[in-house]
């Protein structure tokens, strides 16, 4: 047993944050780290955002909780200004993407039954997906590493290969209620669906009286350059899960669905304690404000494509490292030539925090307000760590 009275399911790095800044972090002995990884695409604004921490403390000296038996204002807004924003009309709050998911799942179930269709609650999913980990999630997901010792998988979940249209419609049976696909593969290593690929899921959906349900919990936001990725695509879903971004670190999920989809969610069907609660609908609606200003979009696509170049010349430059470059807007991936856990071990001694996933890629997921200059300082440290391992190469093959 090791010393810790924690459960061992993480296998954490031994570094311990006494504060942030922005895109830093400070460690207890008073180390900076470039923080690229943003709690993996949670803190969207950086740490300690000024906007953010006024919001939050002004409702903490407020009221903290009520339950949903309540009016909550700042629920009310935050759903409007949502469903402004997108395709939705209906919105219910979580505390976590799993949830938020959990809710995307029933919604779909629950619209077929009352239309009808009880036999359709089945739910055609790709390969290499990452929808969270609770049981129905872990289904979804369909990684055999997360099913494992868990009991009978969810029933109801049939995976086709990532991004193969084909297939999906031949997984489409007369108990299919629903697609399930995000629209950036963020776990499963920075990997994006094709836009006619994404515009033909619709249309099977359409054919068949399918919902499409997209996963934005880690490309939402603002992450991609667009507040939500189904846009560059031009695509709208029927539902959608988004967590993660919208808090900025504190914990809020989302289920955005249109009129339609969310009609069979009548009073009683669903509920939760927490979702929706006044801290994180303030924090939320701080986020917003922020991410929907005039120009921070564009900004944001702007710096990512200073990024990108910076990051495809590094490719270039030490191929033994870095194969190739994927991804949109600030959630970007470098597709490893050695084990991805080496490279990021790398950029870590180089004070450069970012996250492993699937594919053997590395992703980089700075805040959406990271300055020219720490994206010039970030693409230092990986030039830096890159260099390291190509040296370390070359001196083995001698
Ligand atoms: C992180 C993530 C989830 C799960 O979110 P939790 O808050 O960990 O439950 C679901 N889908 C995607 C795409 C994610 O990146």
């Known amino acids: 047993m090791s010393g810790s009275a924690l459960y061992e399911t993480f296998a954490r790095i031994p570094l311990a944050f006494d504060h942030g800044e922005g895109a ?11 923080d690229f990884a943003a709690g993996i695409a949670v803190n969207s604004l950086g740490h300690g955002h000024p906007h953010l921490v006024a919001a939050l403390t002004e409702q903490a000296r407020k009221l903290w909780h009520v339950s949903n038996l309540y009016e909550i204002p700042g629920q009310s807004r935050l759903g409007e200004r949502l469903a402004a924003a997108t395709f939705a009309d209906k919105v219910f709050f979580t505390n976590s993407g799993a949830e938020a998911l ?22 055609i999913t790709f390969e290499g997906a990452f929808h969270g980990r609770t049981l129905a999630t872990i289904a979804a997901g369909g990684q055999q590493k ?13 995976q086709v290969p990532f991004a193969d249209v084909d297939a999906a419609e031949k997984a489409i049976t ?6 399930l696909v995000e629209p950036v593969q963020g776990e499963g290593g920075i990997r994006t669906f094709p836009t006619p690929a994404l515009k033909r899921l619709r249309e099977l959906c359409d054919r068949h009286g399918l919902l499409l349900i997209f996963d934005e919990v880690q490309c939402g936001i603002g992450r991609t350059g667009k507040l939500f990725a189904y846009e ?3 695509v709208a879903p029927d539902l959608m899960a988004i967590a993660k971004g919208i808090g900025g670190g504190f914990p809020v999920g989302a289920c955005l669905a249109t009129a339609a989809a969310a009609a069979g969610m009548t009073a009683g069907v669903h509920g939760t304690t927490f979702g929706g609660n006044p801290l994180a609908m303030a924090v939320g609606n701080a986020v917003l404000d922020v991410v929907l200003e005039d120009g921070f979009l564009d900004e944001v696509a702007r710096k990512a494509l200073l990024f990108k170049q910076g990051l495809a010349g590094i490719a270039d430059e030490f191929p033994e490292v870095v194969e190739e470059i994927r991804g949109t807007g600030l959630m970007l991936g470098l597709k490893c030539a050695m ?13 450069l925090l970012a996250v492993p996933a699937g594919d053997n890629v590395i992703r980089l997921l700075p805040p959406l307000n990271v300055t020219d200059d720490e994206i010039r300082e970030g693409l230092n440290r990986i030039h830096a760590a890159a260099a390291g391992l190509a040296g370390a190469v070359a001196a083995a093959v001698e």
């Open 232 to 234: 560059w695509a031009g």
């Open 102 to 123: 959990e809710c995307a799942i029933k919604t779909a179930r629950r619209y077929q039954y009352v239309n009808g269709h009880p036999e359709r609650y089945r739910i």
């Open 339 to 351: 084990p991805n856990v080496k490279v990021n071990q790398a950029l870590r001694g180089q004070h």
């Open 24 to 34: 830093w972090l400070v460690t207890d002995t008073g180390e900076r780290y470039l």
């Open 146 to 158: 997360y099913l494992e010792g868990f009991g009978p998988k969810v029933e109801g979940f049939d």
């Open 174 to 179: 007369p108990e299919t209620a629903a697609m």
